[in-house]
T-cell receptor, first 116, second 117 residues
Framework: NAGVTQTPKFQVLKTGQSMTLQCAQD?????MYWYRQDPGMGLRLIYY???????DKGEVPNGYNVSRLNKREFSLRLESAAPSQTSVYFC???????????????FGPGTRLTVL | AQSVAQPEDQVNVAEGNPLTVKCTYS??????LFWYVQYPNRGLQFLLK??????LVKGSYGFEAEFNKSQTSFHLKKPSALVSDSALYFC???????????????FGKGTLLTVNP
């Protein structure tokens, strides 16, 4: 049972390049989330997927797109990277049902992204 | 809207002393409250949560937290700190709302706990 896995662990991009961050969970959770962590800012929600086939914007969605490929996988895409997107990105999952659950989120190890 | 405040960026305690990491929240309805810990270069790990019932919640690694509705607080505590408790701690809140769905978990900015030998 690997929990939540993320690839890659590290990435350096040039401004304007694109890339996709991959996330997978093996806990059969319904809900998945993408956060970014910046110093002194805590974690901010980028996008989330309440269930397979649905996605919604979080607090800071601009410049990102997501795909809920199936129940296990939730990817985050940067179409044209900017230096302001330099951050640590975390994927998480939880077993919430209908957005009324009290279940905790399980986090992946993170991807450190630098945009030059 | 829901929000969380962690008023201390850093907390320093001596090993063996009690520790407290403070958290206050704001929600329109009733809250679900969580504490997470992050060790260097790692993801967040769940420590404990308050859903309902007993205001004192016990969690992993000897940590506990007390829910105080009148003060809208959920402070994290441990009776005797260990050097290995040194990490970044995050408080988080989800508003239960009035029956509608709410998937969003709002995090505080984090408090860096340093336990000195």
């Amino acid at each position: 049972n690997a929990g939540v896995t993320q690839t890659p662990k590290f990435q350096v991009l040039k401004t304007g390049q694109s890339m996709t961050l991959q996330c997978a969970q093996d806990m059969n959770h319904n809900s998945m989330y993408w956060y970014r962590q910046d110093p002194g800012m805590g974690l901010r929600l980028i996008y989330y997927s309440a269930s397979e086939g649905t996605t919604d914007k979080g607090e800071v969605p601009n410049g990102y797109n997501v795909s809920r490929l199936n129940k296990r996988e939730f990817s985050l895409r940067l179409e044209s990277a900017a230096p302001s997107q330099t951050s640590v990105y975390f994927c998480a999952s939880s077993n919430d049902r209908g957005g009324r659950g009290s279940n905790e989120q399980f986090f992946g190890p993170g991807t450190r992204l630098t945009v030059l | 809207a829901q929000s969380v405040a962690q008023p201390e960026d850093q907390v320093n305690v001596a090993e063996g002393n009690p520790l407290t990491v403070k958290c206050t929240y704001s929600v329109s309805g009733n809250p679900y409250l969580f504490w997470y810990v992050q060790y260097p270069n790692r993801g967040l790990q769940f420590l404990l949560k308050y859903i309902t019932g007993d205001n004192l919640v016990k969690g992993s690694y000897g940590f506990e937290a007390e829910f105080n509705k009148s003060q809208t607080s959920f402070h994290l505590k441990k009776p005797s700190a260990l050097v290995s408790d040194s990490a970044l701690y995050f408080c988080a809140v989800r508003d239960r709302g009035s029956g509608g769905s709410n998937y969003k978990l709002t995090f505080g900015k984090g408090t860096l706990l340093t336990v000195n030998p």
